[in-house]
């Protein structure tokens, strides 16, 4: 008994109820078995009740370990619950200070950034330089593809009496720089990730307003 003893406040020491409950547990297994018990006869009854010990720590110490896991498992998952729930009310945010900026700009804009995201932000070529509107902020990166250029350009003279020989008067023209633009990584994720999860990229569908000036535009 004085070796169990010895075991125990080794135990005690550093594992103080995980060995109280193994303690627990080993005497009322003790006191369970009947003493005829095979297992009591070979090894004595003090080395039984070692082992019973043994074996209730390590069951005790299995089960608190399960239990660790299982909290962290808890933790970890609730952690990203929230996360997720926090970048997306992060985003939705965005996604309305985005739409307020959208909502005030013109149809060409609007009609740009539609036609961006339909292409996978492949690059619109457009003629000539922008002072307002989308090209000219900082949500696009350009590139000059043909730079600006002088040239002369022959306009006939009309209306000449019957008979005269018609010439051309020169006149120097010129030709506006020709330009590629796409939209900042930044933006074009934001605006994928609008239109992806709520369908729109203002507060207003301006599908009906482009219908009606094509119609418009369209009359002879």
Same mark, same amino acid.
């Given at each position: ?15 103080? /109820? ?10 009322? =297994? ?7 018990? /095979?297992?009591?006869?070979?090894? @004595?009854?003090?080395? #039984? ?9 390590? /069951? ?42 959208? *909502?005030?700009?013109?149809?060409? *804009? ?17 003629? @000539?330089? #922008? ?32 008979? =005269?020989?018609? #010439? ?16 900042? *990584?930044?933006?074009?994720?934001? /605006? ?29």
């Amino acid at each position: 008994m004085e070796k169990f003893a010895d075991i125990i406040k080794v135990f005690l020491e550093k594992h103080l /109820l995980p060995t109280v409950l193994a303690v627990v547990g080993a005497l009322i =297994s003790t006191a369970l078995i009947p003493t005829d018990y /095979l297992l009591i006869k070979k090894l @004595g009854l003090t080395m #039984f009740e070692i082992l019973a010990f043994c074996i209730c720590f390590v /069951l005790i110490e299995a089960l608190r370990e399960i239990f660790k896991i299982i909290k962290n498992m808890y933790y970890k998952h609730q952690n990203k619950v929230l996360k997720r729930k926090r970048i997306e009310e992060e985003n939705k945010k965005s996604c309305e200070n985005l739409w307020e900026i959208i *909502d005030n700009m013109s149809i060409q *804009d609007y009609e740009y950034l539609l036609e961006l995201l339909k292409t996978n932000n492949e690059p619109i070529t457009v003629r @000539g330089d #922008f002072f307002g509107g989308l090209f000219s902020t900082n949500w696009v990166h350009q590139t000059i593809i043909k730079t600006a250029e002088e040239r002369d350009e022959y306009s006939p003279i009309t209306n000449l009496p019957k008979g =005269s020989i018609g #010439f051309s008067i020169p006149h120097r023209i010129i030709v506006p720089a020709t330009k590629q633009y796409i939209l900042k *990584d930044d933006i074009y994720k934001l /605006l994928r990730y609008s239109y992806d999860n709520y369908g729109k990229i203002s507060n207003f569908s301006r599908n009906h307003v482009i219908n009606k000036e094509e119609q418009t535009n369209g009359q002879p």
